[in-house]
């Protein structure tokens, strides 16, 4: 029977960390190995409430997505991982709906995104993730890949400090065929709060457009946190 392990990145996750770990544990059966959160060093109570939510907690001194997922990757007893950002819901039938992807005969994939808000822009948003172009991607949506795979491909690019998804996605295309679930993991508008959508879709559109032209990682990360008013 193939297993499966959900790895979350933390920093300062407190308001959210402990309702996500309890919807995995609630919606989990026979196919969840573990939860597994990889904290990069909290100043809050991210970690309390993962334990006591039920994840296996590690803390990683290196702060950064794609440090903290190939750590608990390197730790993960399932056969298959799957990448859940905090501020994402997966469906109820989350473990049923990858183990149906992996004996379909796909070896990576991820959810369409539905975000929690009804403005007409982010259902356009939540639209466009039904296709198979790479910029629709994005982490929110998550991502489960058999973890041989994830490790023939080299895991994350730690030099990474935005977009490694994209990046390991890309590589994977190469090689396999990305499948989409037909279902929606719930987005929260966090990120939405406190900024205008069409600065952040400004910021996210040029982020891409530098990946694609193999800018380096550091000047993308500048020039998105510009356009976000961050740096």
């Known amino acids: 029977m193939q297993t499966i392990s959900v790895i979350i990145p933390t920093l300062n996750e407190e308001r959210l960390i402990g309702e996500l770990v ?10 969840l190995k573990e939860i597994i959160v990889v904290d990069g060093n909290s100043q809050d109570q991210t970690v309390m409430l993962a334990e006591q939510a039920g994840a296996t907690v590690i803390i990683c001194d290196t702060c950064g997505r794609a440090h903290q997922m190939n750590k608990g990757a390197a730790v993960a007893k399932g056969d298959i991982l799957f990448f859940v950002h905090c501020d994402t819901l997966p469906p109820t039938s989350y473990l049923q709906d990858i183990i149906l992807a992996i004996q379909k005969g796909y070896q ?24 198979q172009k790479l910029w ?10 058999i973890s041989s795979f994830f490790e023939e491909l080299g895991a994350y690019r730690e030099d990474c400090k935005i977009m490694e998804e994209y990046e390991l996605i890309r590589k994977a295309q190469a090689n396999t065929t990305f499948y989409i679930i037909p279902k929606e993991v719930m987005v929260s508008t966090r ?4 900024r205008s959508y069409l600065r952040i879709q400004l910021a996210s559109l040029i982020a891409f457009f530098l990946f694609n032209r193999k800018v380096s990682d550091e000047r ?12």
């Not at 994005?138 to 991502?143: A, E, F, K, N």
């Not at 990120?191 to 406190?194: L, P, S, T, V």
């Open 136 to 145: 629709c991607r994005g982490g929110d949506q998550t991502l489960f890949i």
């Open 220 to 231: 993308i990360a500048a020039a998105y946190k510009r356009l976000l008013g961050e740096g």
């Open 22 to 31: 309890r919807h995995l544990q609630e919606n989990g059966n026979e196919h």
């Open 108 to 131: 990576i994939g991820c959810y369409r995104a539905k975000y929690q808000s009804n403005h007409l822009m982010l259902k356009l948003n939540s639209y466009c993730t039904r296709f």
């Open 191 to 194: 990120k939405y709060d406190n």
